[in-house]
């Protein structure tokens, strides 16, 4: 099974500042013939199913703010969010799909400094 | 709009089986593939079974393997799974999810969850 790890754990920023959350799989999630990377951004606030937010490693879903950007390729992948509003407070999961079974990562909690 | 809405949860005793339900609406049901995922209570998230849009095709996670089967009805819009010999740490909220149209495994839309708790 390809592991997903995420750092840090948790993490606290001040509002319209950035926060910066990397994933790492351990092994490619790269597929060659079509370039892609097989990995996905969620976000899951409290009480409430995750919301797709980034896939193909950097696409963002529709209706997602452009704050919200997704880099990286092979086995480390960064989401950032560039200016940090009250709304974006959750946890935040990587999610390979290259293979099954598909894995997550242990989530980053993001919170206000 | 679409919604998914997932039913059958609750308490049930170890070894015990449980049927979980997900109502689909909002989209043509039968031109996509579906999914389990699963959260056991304050932990992250756990894929656990996937079928393909015309049901002919399932993958299980390790952790329900030969216990578990996931099924549909097209007909009726409903995705399916049944869980036999059910564990403590089966214990999760099972959220029903839908793959985006190609098919891989992008979780695009997904129900509010019910909560299967596997306790004495």
């Known amino acids: 099974d390809i592991v997903m790890t995420q750092s840090p754990d948790s993490l606290a920023v001040s509002l319209g500042e950035r926060a910066t959350i990397n994933c790492k799989s351990s092994?490619?999630?790269?597929?060659?013939?079509?370039?892609?990377?097989?990995l996905a951004w969620y976000q899951q606030k409290p009480g409430q199913p995750p919301k797709l937010l980034i896939y193909w490693a950097s696409t963002r879903e529709s209706g997602v703010p452009d704050r919200f950007s997704g880099s990286g390729s092979g086995t480390d992948f960064t989401l950032t969010i560039s200016s940090l509003q009250a709304e974006d407070v959750a946890v935040y999961y990587c999610?390979?799909?290259?293979?099954?079974?598909?894995?997550f990562g242990p989530g980053t909690k993001v919170d206000i400094k | 709009e679409v919604q998914l809405l997932e039913s059958g949860g609750g308490l049930v005793q170890p070894g015990g089986s449980l049927r979980l339900s997900c109502a689909a609406s909002g989209f043509t049901f039968s031109s996509y593939a579906m999914d389990w995922v699963r959260q056991a209570p304050g932990k992250g998230l756990e894929w656990v079974s996937g079928i393909s849009a015309g049901g002919g095709s399932t993958y299980y996670a390790d952790s329900v393997k030969g216990r578990s089967t996931i099924s549909r009805d097209n007909s009726k819009n409903t995705l399916s799974l049944q869980m036999n010999s059910l564990r403590a740490e089966d214990t999760a909220v099972y959220y029903c999810?839908?793959?985006?149209?190609?098919?891989?495994?992008?979780?695009?839309?997904w129900g509010q969850g019910t909560l299967v708790t596997v306790s004495s």
């Open positions: 999810a839908k793959r985006e149209g190609g098919g891989n495994g992008i979780f695009d839309y």
């Open positions: 999610q390979q799909y290259y293979i099954t079974p598909f894995t």
């Open positions: 092994q490619s999630v790269l597929y060659s013939s079509n370039n892609r990377n097989y």
